[in-house]
């Protein structure tokens, strides 16, 4: 099947900072890709979804100016956590889709932890 | 909110069949079913999907039922590497939402 890969996988940062996490569909153009979050033992949660080229679009409770979304090519979308808080801690997630949306394919997760 | 629902775990004897239920009785007429697998700290692995006809490949059997509102997911011959939680999806406003999923034990 097709790649996505998510880096880093693991990241520590200090409150305050901000976090920039990337993904990248390997082999295929990705007209459309999403952003989940997971806590412990709970299901992936959709925060956001973006198309290349234009602004994201995000889930009811998701601070668009805390999570910034980039998705500037059809290969790479990025997701910035700004001022990053200990409640931030969580298991990002990304998926691809390509555009004959058959099925996603998701990141390996970053693992953010916020000190 | 997920339009699917799975019983929240079950249990399967190595070597034997899984059989992992899912309803989704609201599922629009060109709303695929996918089936997805998510081990341990890891991102979400795609197993398979189908429309209305039931569908096979390298690691399971989709059998969805004639009205559509429900499936069954079904791995062959179970191994501890299938132990995961298994979440069946529909595409909501061409979004993916997950719900809880079934948390699958393989027992040796």
Known sequence: GAVVSQHPSRVICKSGTSVKIECRSLDFQATTMFWYRQFPKQSLMLMATSNEGSKATYEQGVEKDKFLINHASLTLSTLTVTSAHPEDSSFYICSAMTGSRTEAFFGQGTRLTVV | ?108
């Open chain 2, 1 to 108: 909110d997920a339009k699917t629902t799975q019983p929240p775990s079950m249990d399967c004897a190595e070597g034997r069949a899984a059989n992992l239920p899912c309803n989704h009785s609201t599922i629009s007429g060109n709303e695929y079913v996918y089936w997805y697998r998510q081990i341990h700290s890891q991102g979400p692995q795609y197993i398979i999907h189908g429309l209305k006809n039931n569908e096979t490949n390298e690691m399971a059997s989709l059998i969805i039922t004639e009205d559509r509102k429900s499936s069954t997911l079904i791995l062959p011959h179970a191994t501890l590497r299938d132990t995961a939680v298994y979440y069946c999806i529909n595409e909501r406003d061409d979004k993916i939402i997950f719900g809880k999923g079934t948390r699958l034990h393989i027992l040796p």
